[in-house]
Every structure is written in structure tokens, then in C-alpha cells.
């Protein structure tokens, strides 16, 4: 190696890799010229060897001096030259520091201008000679035994060197390349390709590897590769080949990718229709997973019954069944397309046409005829006019099949311009309709089910909601999409006694029919408890305590959230208890009416705990609502989101219900056309209630002491309000009533004794006393005096109860007005 101007190392040439040394002697075999690289090989400078004989180098590996050695060996090659003009061989000359180094060397008698003879003599190491000689062996051996294609060609391009596997490749023998180029070796047009890419190679130094091309003649593939040759100093001397027969390797290639794909088809229809629980969706999605892989054209025909989730057909398929076209796709559309395919269409069928053969026997056919195209329905069906149209040369009609049963057909068709289908297509589609087949039979099922649970949920709502007065009522359901099974979200409106009217919203944890169940029967228990009248929270608590009367199992269990509130217009008190649930939201008018705005608020309750949690009890918070508020009761699938905390929810909810109003039922409206982005495919419930009074004098109410004139006084001042009210022909009945209830507060409590006297949609009177315990309803005998208030107040009124205060108790009945 020596150093470039910069210190950078430089290539060596092959003679500075081999060092030759020259040396020049005498027929006496002194020395005339000593060169540089035998001093390199030796150690020997030439100022100690030049004028000496040479004979000591022959002599022991020791330190004497080269004059001191044997001169023996040197005499006999000296003979040899001055009798044969020349000499070879390998000697073992002695290095200066005593050490033999064994060189191979070429000499030569020779004579010079004035006719004296000289001998001239070159040596070379052994070693690296040797080492050069196993390279060069080592590369023919790899040449001659490799079983790929070797080429070497110079910088013209031409043959130098060419292995026996490449010139079997080519169809040569090895002599008839050398010398000559690809275009003059191979076929014409292939070997202007590959000259192409040699050049390319050759003057960039772009190596070209593994190159697929089809081989001379269409037989085959062939790997190329190119690499350019320089030498040790850079000079570019040519390219080097080397070329492989791959055939087998591309087409196994070849089919694994057809496999891939025909698995990447399978894959694909079963992403697009596993988790599809939309029969027309999945049938859709179905017939656009086979196009363009698998076909130009499809089609999904099912049993209209099957196709809006009935039952599975039980009968044999008859001219007179009704198949529907479900699903359809296409690598294009135009009219004749539209008139071949169009979804939710009838598709009608001969008796002995093809359809009929596939689907009363369940095996596949293959129509690769104009004859069988046109007999694969009915004679002069406009959809086969448009096949023929459309150029369509291949058909496959394949059964999908489930339960045993075939429910409907996977129609798939190419054109003349792809192969038409063979056996492997047959066996993949077989496959792919297999699978179908129970993926179409789920989405069957889950529709029905879902469907009989929605018509469950929805009989287990209210169907007419109470109007009382001072309220104004709107509602919503909104059922989970169809992606989702149904949720236990449920409302209620229940009218109380007074004119009061009970608000519940809730939500039943789970989907699908037990919810529905669950929900119906929570539904129940709380419009049957709300019958007795009793606070809010202690409704929650009895329906808590229920526990397991309410789930669809002991083991399952049951959880729900709820929230329950009554109003009473006459006092505009309203007390909410929560379960659970979520916050509600009051909307009261905002001070500048003139504005038509609002100010909603999320109400701060005690948030309680789920219903079918045991061991916890509930509060219960009473609020004054401003004439004119609005009630708000929702579930969650209102205000939830994906990825949302519920928190943004109910913010946008309450921001969205600041504005203004044109009325309950267009403010539910928007409320759902305005719903989350992204929300979870869930229920939703929504109860809005707009609360006010009473209109003014529609109420009186009167404390009587308890002493014996009470009952006297209370039947003239109940007398006179209902003659204030154009309410006379009442007054006979409820002056009576009101005499055996005060009388009976008389009788047993201590203490004032309230009066109460609502027009409403009825006329309501309460009776208050302090005393906590409900009387009890006895059965009078014959000669008994007394005992036979309650009855009377049974009989006459259309309905009476009893609820207790914070004080005591209320009796109170209702009679109807005239």
C-alpha cells in the first residue's frame, strides 16, 4: 500500500501485491544491478550486495557474511544457464536479520549491445505467489462447479469467461460466447434488454441484483445480476454476471400470492360481514367484498322472509317463492348494470332454470355458455338481456346455506376479458359462502330478536301519557341502532293524588330481551308503589328492596339507575330523589323574557347509588319551581360520546337547552337531531316537563282547631268555596265526606286539623291531622253506631288514599267534576 497527496491509503497493483525483485548478474554471477524490491525481500541494500557474488545467499540461514556462504547451489544454476539460456525454480535464499525466504525464481541469459552476456533474473515470494495461485483456482473451481450462471464480460461487453450452467441456459457451448455479446448470443430482442442493463451497469457502477425476466422464448424466469469489474486502481475492466433459473420460484411465488389473496378475499368478507348484525347490510356488504377480486358482477338473493329477519324457510322453493335481490356489487355502473342488479328487488325464477337446480338442491353451478346464461332464471328475463349486454361470459351460482338449510344465493359473474372461473374458484367460493351462509343466519337472528324485544320495550312504555293541569308533557325513545342490541331505558308519567303527577326516568343495565324484561318489570313495581303516595325516597328504597323479585335470575342479579320526582302545581313544589342517575336539569325562564332565552342548570343532588345495590338508603330534595321551568329527564345514551368524559356531555346539554323554545315537542326534536358526535350506540330516554300552577283561585285550604265545632265549620266554608267555584251539585257529597274525615281526626289525633280543596281535572279535598298512623278501613256490623266513614268515602268518591307528611298524615279523596 503507499499514500495518496492527502495520506489517504491507495489501491496496490497486482505486481506491488506479488513485489518481483530484478536482479542483474555476471556469468560469474556477481551482481551488476540490485532493485529496490529485492532489498525488500531480502534486507540486503544494494550497496552491500552490488559487485559480490551471489553465491552467499544460497548459503545457512546464519549471520555471516554473503561472501562467506557455499557457492555451490549458485554454480549449478549458473552451468544450467550458460548451457540452456534459462532457469526456473524455487530456491530458499537468507535474509540479512538469518532467516530463509523461499522465492520462486525466472532467469535468463541474455547479451547486451556489445555483445557480452548477462544474466537477468526475477524473483517473487513464495508466499504471496501461492496465495495469488489459490485465488485464482478457487475462482475457476467456483466458475466450473457453481450450478448458477457465470459470465464475465469486458468493457466491450463481450464474452471472456462463461461457466457451463450458463451456456446450457443459453442453449451454447461455452466457445461459441466468448468474443461475442449478449445480442449476438441470445435472442434479439431479450439480448438488446440485457445489453441494455449491462451498459447501464458498466457506466454508472449501479450494480443490477436479483433482476426477474421472463427467459428467451416465454420458458420461463430467469434472476439477473449485474456488478461492475475494476481493479485495484479503479481502471474499469468489464461486468460480471450472474444468472439463475427461477422458475419454480416464481411460480411458487405465484401461488402463494394467488392464495394470499384468496385468503385476503375470505378475510375480507369476513370483516365486512361477521360483525354486521344487519341482514340487508351484511348481504351488501357480502356482495361488494367479492368485487373486483373475485368477479366484475354480484349479486346476494335471499328469501324474503329470511331477508327482514323471519324464520328460516321451511317449505321447497317453488316458482312461487319470493326471493329478493339483497345486496349487489359491480366494477361499474351504467344502465344496464342497473337494470342486471337492483337491490331490494323481486328476482323471479322458472321452475327447471338454474336458480331453481341450486336452491332445491344446494349444489353450486358454473355457466360458462350463452344456453346456460339465458335458462339461469326465466325465458326473456330483462336481467339476462342486460348480462348479455354487459358482455358477461362466466357465471357461478353458489348456495348460502345455514342450519342446514339454503336461505338464499351468492351469484358472481366475470366478463370476457378475465378467466372464467375454474375449479379453485369453485372450491374459494364454496368457502366464502360457507362462511356467509352463518354470518347472514346471525344478523337473521339478532334482527329478530331485536325486533321482538324493541316491540316488548316499546308495549311496556307508556302509551298515553296523563295531562294534568299546570303541566305540559313531551317525550322521546330513541331505540339503539340497529349495529347495537336495545338497552332497559324507560320513562314513566303517573298521576297522583291532589294533582300531582310523578316524572321517572331510568335505565336498566344490559341489552337485548332480559333488559327489556327487567325494565318492564321495574316499570311495574314503581307505578305500583307510587299508587300508595309515598316520598320519593322511599319509593326508591321499597323497589331496592325488591332485589331479586326484579332480576331475570338469582344468579344474574339485576342493576339499574333512576330518578324519580313529583310536582305538585298547587304549591310548585317539586322533590326529586336520584338512584344512580344522572344529574337532571332545570330550565327556568330567564329574567329578560322579552329575550326568549333561559337558564338552564345541571340541579346538585344527592346522586345516590344504583337500584340492586342493598344496604344503602336515599335522599330526597325538595325544590320551589319557577311558574314557566322546565324539567328535563334524560338517559345517558343522550350526553355520551366515545372517547368523551360525560362531564363535555352534560355541559353541551345544558348549554343546547339556554336556548330558546318553540315548544316541548320541537325542543325534543332538537335535542336528538343535536346529539353527541361519535355518541355510543345506545337508548335513549328523554322526559321534558314544563311545570306551573294552578290557575289563581283554584285552591283553598283551612286549619280548624281540634274542638267540637271544627266539623260545623269546616262543612260551611267547604260548602262556600265549592258554590264560589260553580261546583253546588258537589257540595251535598263532599260536605259529607269532609264531616267523617274531620270527625274522625276529631276522634283520634290532637292537635289542628288541616283542609285542603283543589279544582283540578277533578275536585281533590285533603284532611290533615298530626297523627302519623293511617286509620283502617273496619267492616261495620248491624247495630254498630259507628265505623262506616271509610266506607262511605270508598263508595262515593272515585278514588281516596292516604300519604304521610313530614307531620303526620292526609286523607284525601277525589270526586269527578259534573
Known sequence: MTDGAEGEPQAEALLDMLRVAVVMLDTTGRVLLWSPLAEEVLGWAGEHIVGRRVGGLFGPTDKAAPDEARPEQSEQILVELLRSGRWDGILTLRHRDGHGVQVEARASLLVDGDGRPFVLASIVETSRLRTLEHDLAALDALLESSPLGVAIFDDKLRYTRINESLAELNGLPVADHIGRTVV????????????????NVLATGHPVVDRVVRAPG?????????????????????VSAIVMDVTQR??????????????????????????????RRAADGLAQAVVPAFCDFSGVILHAGAAEGGELPTASYSVDTSMRLVGAGAVRWESAVDQMLQPGSLVGFGENSLFAEVLTSGRPRVIDSKEQLVATTYPGDPRMRAALELGIASVMVLPLRARG???GLLVVARGKDREPFDSDDLTLGMELVGRAGTALDNARLYVREREGALMLQRSLLPQLLPEPPGVAIAFRYLPASSGAEIGGDWFDVIPLAGGRIALVVGDVMGHGMRAAATMGRLRTAVRTLAGLDLPPAELLRRVNDLGDDLAQSQEEGWMATAVYAVYDPSTRRCTITQAGHLPPVLVR????AGAGGYQAELLDLPPGVPLGIGGFSFETTELEVPDGSVLVLYTDGL?????????????????????????????????????????????????????????????????????????????????????QWGLAQLSDVTVLLVSELVTNSLRYAHGPIGVRVVRGSSLLVEVSDPLPDPPRERVAAIDDEGGRGLQLVAVASRRWGTRHGPLGKTVWFELALP
Open 184 to 199: 449476438d448470443v441470445l435472442d434479439p430482442d431479450f439480448g438488446s434488454a440485457l445489453m441494455k442493463l449491462q451498459r
Open 639 to 723: 350526553v355520551e360520546a366515545r372517547g368523551q368524559d360525560i362531564s363535555v356531555g352534560l355541559e353541551n346539554l345544558r348549554r343546547r337547552l339556554c336556548r330558546p323554545m318553540a315548544s316541548l315537542e320541537a325542543a325534543c326534536d332538537e335535542l336528538l337531531a343535536t346529539m353527541e358526535p361519535g355518541r355510543e350506540p345506545d337508548d335513549v330516554a328523554l322526559l321534558m316537563a314544563r311545570l306551573g300552577g294552578l290557575p289563581e283561585g283554584s285552591t283553598a285550604f283551612w286549619t280548624f282547631p281540634a274542638e267540637a265545632g271544627a266539623v260545623r265549620l269546616a262543612r260551611r266554608r267547604v260548602r262556600d268555596i265549592l258554590t
Open 218 to 238: 416465454g420458458g420461463g424466469y430467469r434472476s439477473l445480476s449485474y456488478h461492475r469489474l475494476v481493479d485495484r486502481l479503479g481502471n474499469v475492466l468489464g
Open 250 to 279: 416464481v411460480v411458487a411465488a405465484a401461488k402463494a400470492e394467488h392464495a394470499r389473496s384468496r385468503l385476503a378475499l375470505l378475510d375480507d368478507a369476513g370483516s365486512r360481514i361477521g360483525d354486521e348484525l344487519d341482514v
Open 405 to 407: 338449510v339454503v336461505l
Open 589 to 592: 325562564p330567564a329574567d329578560s
